[in-house]
């Protein structure tokens, strides 16, 4: 069975590959902003999970086409500060605003999951979560901020932030699950693995090679 992640993020493909996992990866390019602005009023948790869900359902078609059974996982991860949700700044402008917000403080970030067990013959099992971690950040000197959007690294994670990289110099500490964090919770995809029926090690390498 294939383990397909939907996903572009080399952070996630750096956590399954330490965890044991090789996926295939299948970028699905879908329309952030547009399921966003479909989910008004829904609750910060559910707007990831959907996230996600539509990550993992768009590239189904692509997963199943060699007719071979597939588990294809989808992620999505916000940053839940101030009575805001947000996602990837963009620019140095909007990663500086959000800096400017978050200094000192504390979020909560929230990556939605979504699995999709596929039989090969057009069967469908499908299991979906999130995980909350509250994030503590330090406040960086404008020297520092300044060197730190000069890299280009905050623009295009969630919450304008990394732990496993230039970014974790600014984070205090963290309250949950680190993998989470940094855009794969390894112990919730473990338990919708087992929800379709699967269980991790059956995506471990075998000791024959």
Known sequence: MR???ASASPARL???????????VIVSGVDEDAIIAGLTGAAPEQVTTA???????AVVETAAGTGSAAVVVGCDSMLFIGG????????????RKRWAAMAGRTGELITGHAVLRLDGAGGRVT?????STTVRFAEPSQQELDAYLGTGEPFQVAGGFTLDGLGGWFVQGIDGDPSSVIGISLPLTRRLLAEVGLTVVDFWPSRDG
Do not use: D, H, M, W
Request: glycine share 10%.
């Open 3 to 5: 383990f397909v992640l």
């Open 14 to 24: 750096a956590v399954l590959r330490a965890a044991g996992i090789e996926p295939s």
């Open 51 to 57: 996230l996600a869900l539509a990550k993992a359902e």
């Open 84 to 95: 805001e949700l947000v996602g990837k700044p963009g620019t140095a402008e909007v990663a």
């Open 127 to 131: 299991a979906t979560g999130s995980e």
